[in-house]
């Protein structure tokens, strides 16, 4: 009788453990986060789409900013040449070079944005006004994005992290994520100057 409850006691244990170790909420957090990722990539190809109409649009007014155009162009080439796949999360160099690539091509839309002041005449064209919307709106919805990733990201990261799910995570070989950071974090350590 005495065996008998202590199998029925350790069947319950062995069953409370498998229960309880987390593999089905790591596999909804991690498909969690490659969903998110997807939205980023998403917001970054529709952002993409955008930039060859805006260049076309500001070359005719604006051809000494040659530099700007050439940047633009070779941060694209950078990007293009970077596969984004949900296997950039797997490999942090990758996803850290990526990132880059996006915020250098997101510098020099900054800059282009910047010409309109100097061309009166291209400030007040349509077409330029409304890809410049389009882009603003692409540039808020990449934000929306990245925070929903970051989000994702974290409550993996976080899930992954706790007992017993840690030794769950560690048996089927799941690692911690990478998120966005910020390349040159003293670049953005005080406010810009706006001078007018």
């Not at 089905?24 to 993409?48: C, F, T």
């Not at 840690?166 to 910020?182: E, H, N, W």
Request: proline residues 4%; charged residues 25%.
């Amino acid at each position: 009788m005495i065996q008998t409850v202590q199998r029925f006691f350790l069947a319950f244990l062995l069953l409370s453990a498998v229960s309880n170790c987390g593999y089905n909420r790591i596999q909804e957090l991690d498909e969690e986060v490659s969903a998110s990722w997807a939205e980023v990539l998403n917001q970054y190809k529709r952002r993409e789409d955008l930039v060859p109409n805006l260049v076309a649009a500001t070359k005719g007014y604006a051809n000494q900013e040659k530099d700007i155009m050439k940047g633009i162009a070779e941060a694209r080439s950078k990007l293009g040449s970077i596969q984004a796949t949900p296997e950039l999360l797997r490999d942090p160099e990758a996803f850290s070079k990526f990132t880059q690539a996006q915020g250098e091509l997101g510098g020099f839309l900054g800059r282009l944005m910047s010409i309109q002041e100097n061309y009166p005449e291209l400030k007040s064209s349509q077409l330029f006004s409304d890809l410049t919307a389009q882009l603003e709106g692409t540039e808020n919805r990449i934000t929306v994005a990245r925070n929903r990733f970051i989000k994702a990201t974290k409550d993996y990261n976080v899930f992954i992290r706790q007992f017993p799910q840690v030794l769950t995570a560690k048996a089927f070989g799941y690692d911690a994520k990478p998120t966005f950071t910020v390349a040159d974090e003293k670049k953005i350590e005080n406010a810009p100057k706006v001078e007018f």
